[in-house]
């Protein structure tokens, strides 16, 4: 089956920068589109941003120019670059890729998160 694995995660002082990472592997799937999501204290699970096959990306509108989606197709791997990072930017971020196989039809999955704390 597929697994999805994130990384990069930590503690951080406000104003640094994480690189987090998202490994796919599953043998006979395709991955296509990639996706970021995040869960802060308190809220939901919102989408952050996604970054499609052939590298066009969206971003949620709460976003100004902090995080950079991106991917390497060949690694079936997705990246989040996060700047400037904000106390309110603390919790657990999620990616979500869409796969599908020969025997398995076009689905999302979901990795387990890595925690971002941001703090002084």
């Known amino acids: 089956q597929v697994q999805i694995v994130e990384s990069g995660g930590g503690m951080v002082q406000p104003g640094g920068s994480l690189r987090l990472s998202c490994a796919a592997s599953g043998s006979g799937f395709t991955f296509y589109t990639m996706r970021w999501y995040r869960q802060t204290p308190g809220k939901e699970r919102e989408k952050i941003a996604q970054?499609?096959?052939?590298?066009?990306?969206n971003y949620a509108t709460f976003i100004r120019d902090r995080f950079t989606i991106s991917r390497e197709n060949a690694k079936n791997t997705v990246y989040l670059q996060i700047d400037t990072l904000k106390p309110e930017d603390t919790g657990v971020y999620y990616c979500?890729?869409?796969?599908?196989?020969?025997?398995?039809?076009?689905?999302?999955?979901w990795g387990q998160g890595t925690q971002v704390t941001v703090s002084s």
């Open positions: 970054i499609f096959r052939n590298g066009v990306t």
């Open positions: 979500n890729v869409e796969a599908s196989s020969q025997f398995v039809a076009l689905r999302d999955f």
